[in-house]
Structures are given as structure tokens and as C-alpha cells.
């Protein structure tokens, strides 16, 4: 069985993807990493093909833009993708999305925590 060398965070982002004359299409990006995500998508994607792929992890905030997503597989309406090339900005926002989801279980106030909730 293959290792993962970054691991995976569940996720339920708003995505678009465009291949040049090849696919297009919108979906929801279901787990994300530093270096891929799996995409749910009702478009067909052939492994191989070569993507942009726009991440929008909230509504406040631009999309993060992949500028090279490589289809690695496809299956009845998803498929999964590793990030190729990104520019450094997007890198670094890419970077700050994925250690938050790292650190969200750990950000949770517990009941007995004396910091109101508002």
C-alpha cells in the first residue's frame, strides 16, 4: 500500500478546473493537502490531462489558483490531483489554508474554557 508523504485534511471547498480545449468544469474539493486533492465533479476527467484549478476555500477571500493540477485518477465522479506549479503567493496561501485545517481540532474551546463564547 502506497504512503501518503503529506497527509490529508477533509474539506468541502467550491472549485473550478479548465484544460485547454480539453475539459471545464466546477466541483467541490473534498480533501486537500499540500500537494493534491480530490475533486467531485459531475465533468469526466481523463487522468493525465493537465488542469488550472481554482480553489475557493471562503467566500471572503480570492480563489487560490493552481496554475498546473496533473489528473493522477478518475472514478465515478471524482477524481484526484497532484499540484505541479504554483506561484509563490499562491504556494504560501496554499501553505496557511492547509496548516489551519491542521490546527482546527486544536483551536476548539472547550466548555470549561473561561473565554466566553460570542
Not at 499540500?34 to 477571500?61: F, M, N, W, Y
Not at 480563489?63 to 493522477?72: F, M, N, S
Not at 465515478?76 to 499562491?90: D, R, Y
Request: some cysteine; aromatic content about 6%.
Amino acid at each position: 500500500m502506497e504512503q501518503r508523504k503529506n497527509p490529508r485534511f477533509p474539506v468541502r471547498f467550491r472549485s473550478s478546473f479548465t484544460s485547454l480545449n480539453i475539459v471545464g468544469g466546477d466541483g467541490n474539493i473534498t480533501d486537500l493537502s499540500l500537494r493534491g486533492c480530490r475533486v467531485e465533479s459531475q465533468t469526466e476527467v481523463k487522468p493525465g490531462t493537465a488542469l488550472e484549478l481554482r480553489i475557493h476555500p471562503s467566500e471572503d477571500e480570492p480563489a487560490l489558483k493552481i496554475r498546473e493540477a496533473v489528473v493522477r485518477w478518475s472514478r465515478a465522479q471524482q477524481f484526484g490531483v497532484e499540484f505541479v506549479t504554483l506561484e509563490p503567493e499562491e504556494w504560501a496561501r496554499l501553505q496557511h489554508t492547509v496548516t489551519h485545517l491542521e490546527l482546527q481540532p486544536y483551536q476548539q474551546i472547550s466548555p470549561e474554557d473561561p473565554v466566553q463564547q460570542v
